[in-house]
């Protein structure tokens, strides 16, 4: 059994008296790690889901990395919020510093890939060709593998039509690629700011809360719920079976929850 930690759309600022809809993106994560990390001191990888830094900062970035209370391999799948080079030339220095950073970990019976659905100057996510291609090298030479695939772009709707409109662009690209690799068991992502777990094509299919603020379900236009953040715990268990939960602290609710202004 192995045990996989997903922590999502943290959304820090280099300030740490930064707001989000009134909620300081810093404190929220700081409490979330705190709750994950005193419940699972020794997970055997974590996933920082994308949207990590709200302003995109290299300091920011460095952060982000500097507060993981564990020594476990990292990996990131970035999303919309992404700065490449910054996350090439902060964020990963810093998680190599304080732990150890992979895009592609292999476990005792399970192996866990991260994509870029980073899609310049966009809020929908995309998978360009290269890394649709690195995906496919990667199942096929690991075929006795069960597999997680962690991106940060919903590949389904959620029902929120303005959540749907800037979800992966591409998804039936991914999903035609996938189908003939039946190893792939579990699709992860953020992006929704909401806890989802469905089926489809076999295949499990699992959204995260975001460590801020959380989004509205089966909304319209853009909408904040009165949940508490929360991040999700996978156990990656023998013949590709999985358990899986969302876990949520306390408060860090927005103030206002009809502020609909962009952000």
């Known amino acids: 059994m192995s045990l996989l930690l997903h922590i999502s759309d943290s959304h820090l600022y280099e300030d740490p008296a930064g707001e989000l809809k009134g909620v300081r993106p810093r404190d929220s994560y700081e409490t979330v790690l705190k709750a994950a990390h005193t419940r699972f ?19 920011t970035y460095r952060k982000v990395a500097e507060m993981l209370p ?48 980073h899609r310049e100057d966009t809020i929908s996510g995309y998978l360009s060709a290269s890394e649709l291609g690195r995906l496919k090298q990667l199942l096929e030479a690991s075929s006795e593998k069960h597999t997680v695939i962690a991106l940060h772009h919903p590949p389904l709707d959620v029902g929120s039509r303005w959540l749907d409109a800037i979800g992966l662009e591409n998804r039936g690209e991914l999903w035609r690629l996938i189908a003939g690799f039946p190893q792939v068991k579990v699709l992860l992502s953020g992006h929704i700011h909401q806890a989802f777990d469905t089926f489809h094509n076999g295949v499990r ?58 952000y």
């Open 41 to 59: 001191p020794e997970p055997d990888v974590v996933v920082l889901g994308g949207d990590m830094a709200q302003d995109e900062a290299a300091p």
């Open 70 to 117: 564990w020594c476990a391999p990292v990996m990131i799948s970035p999303g919309n919020h992404a700065h490449l080079p910054s996350l090439q030339g902060a964020l990963i220095p810093a998680l190599k510093a304080c732990a150890s950073y992979s895009d592609h970990l292999q476990l005792e019976h399970w192996q866990v890939i991260t994509l870029n659905t």
């Open 205 to 262: 299919v699992l959204g995260t809360p975001s460590t801020c603020i959380q989004f509205k379900r089966r909304s319209d236009n853009f909408g904040m719920d009165d949940i508490s953040p929360g991040y999700r715990w996978i156990r990656l268990l023998e013949g590709g079976r999985i358990q899986t939960a969302v876990e949520r602290i306390k408060g860090f609710i927005p103030p206002d929850l009809n502020n609909i202004t962009p």
